[in-house]
């Protein structure tokens, strides 16, 4: 095996690998930063070693093994140490080509890591970084590139959001009752955002960041394997993967976006539906209230379920938003639903909501406000109207692919 073989097989393997091996590691030391410390020790031997000696039947227990030993050492200069080597002593008799522990043992360490990585304690930005480096085995500045940010100013945030948990002693559990849905809320927001901001990127030069949807589609099934009875779990990968389901025909051939009602349907991924609306039926089955994410997965669904624009239930879809805005009362609901009766019952009926939400404060510096007010206005023949929105939209968004297509129409209105 040559050495660039090597690092490839290295770099396949820790991303697999990392937040379950990160997750081991965190149940022994009980801190998330000295457990990633250790994860990338045993990275460290790995590029060292397996270009020699190549790569091992069992690349994931060979990692654990190494990362165990290493943190053995270190409890080995702490009181503790008799107490934490009778836990692990068994793991390292194994050897390095045998699993490292029960199945179930590591998903409850790594169901232990989500929650602690999606901690409301830290901030929101903290969070997608933290899930993003130590549960999607994303580097600094990967996740930098991602979300046009210094490199520098990604590592703070995950070195202040380590030495947070650290100092607030957070438990490396998952929570029980009512804390539960409060810390679940969290880790499915933390998701979500990154899935939203792989599916349409909010600045930069891309319409779409595909690695992105990817990590949080990854996160996001992960999840739901170890929470199987959560609906809103199931929900949330509904919408990732029905949504994901788009992704080729979102994007023409030189990178510009495509709106849903122009998209070449032949070209959404089936399979994904499949999945999508599977991961939906597991979310409704309990029969109770609809969650905000269970909703808008059967939004998507509707989307999905139609081979043709024509073909679309918006009447339906207005109605979901409906029952969402019952649940998010927010204004960006709203305006997904003027667009929605707009389709269903013509442009006016649409105009007419966004109009009544257009003074909200949220929505002042939000782009997509003037521009479904510039579609709405189009569509009534009010071109000139239609052109000035098309172009205050441009002006808003920080996304070159998005700030031409606003602009192209506008220039159509003229």
């Avoid at 993003?132 to 996740?143: D, F, K, S, W």
């Avoid at 039926?281 to 939004?299: D, H, K, M």
């Avoid at 509707?302 to 204004?331: F, K, M, N, Q, S």
């Avoid at 189009?378 to 297509?405: D, I």
Wanted: proline share 6%.
């Amino acid at each position: 095996m040559t050495g660039t073989d090597a690092h490839r097989a290295i770099e396949a393997v820790w991303r697999i690998e990392a937040a379950r091996l990160i997750a081991g590691l965190a149940g022994m030391v009980r801190d998330v930063g000295l457990a990633e410390e250790l994860a990338q020790d045993a990275l460290v031997a790995a590029l060292e070693q397996w270009p020699e000696s190549g790569v091992p039947r069992n690349p994931g227990a060979w990692l654990m093994t190494v990362s165990k030993r290493r943190a053995v050492d270190l409890l080995r200069r702490k009181e503790t140490y008799q107490r934490k080597l009778a836990e692990v002593g068994r793991d390292l008799a194994q050897g390095a080509d045998t699993e490292p522990a029960e199945a179930q043992e590591i998903e409850d360490d790594l169901l232990r890591l989500v929650f602690t990585a999606c901690h409301p304690v830290l901030p929101q930005e903290a969070r997608v970084a933290m899930a993003l480096r130590v549960l999607g085995g994303l580097t600094t500045g990967e996740i930098a590139r991602a979300f046009l940010v210094p490199e520098p100013t990604v590592a703070q945030r995950i070195v202040r959001a380590k030495r947070t948990l650290a100092e607030r002693g957070i438990p490396f559990e998952v929570p029980q009752g009512p804390e539960l849905a409060e810390r679940l809320a969290a880790v499915l927001e933390v998701i979500y955002l990154v899935f939203n901001e792989g599916y349409s990127a909010t600045a930069g030069d891309d319409w779409m960041r595909p690695a992105l949807c990817e990590d949080a589609l990854r996160l996001g099934r992960v999840l739901a394997g170890l929470m199987p009875k959560e609906p809103e779990v199931h929900g949330l990968v509904a919408l990732m993967e029905i949504q994901q389901s788009r992704a080729a025909a979102r994007v023409g051939p030189d990178g510009e976006p495509v709106l849903l009602l122009e998209q070449n349907r032949s070209r959404w991924d089936r399979l994904l539906i499949g999945r999508g609306l599977a991961a939906l039926g597991r979310a409704e089955e309990p029969g109770g209230p609809r969650g905000p994410y269970t909703l808008q997965a059967a939004i998507a669904a509707c989307h999905a379920r139609a081979l043709t624009p024509e073909e679309t239930d918006w009447e339906r879809i207005a109605t979901l938003y409906g029952e969402l805005a019952g649940i998010v009362p927010t204004p960006v609901v709203e305006l997904n639903r003027a667009v929605a009766l707009s389709m269903a019952r013509g442009p006016a009926a649409g105009l007419e909501l966004v109009d009544r939400i257009a003074g909200e404060p949220s929505l002042r510096a939000y782009h997509l406000l003037p521009s479904v007010r510039g579609d709405l206005l189009a569509r009534l023949g009010r071109r000139a109207e239609a052109r000035g929105e098309f172009e205050r939209a441009a002006s808003l968004t920080r996304n070159e692919r998005e700030r031409t297509l606003l602009l192209a129409r506008a220039a159509e209105c003229a």
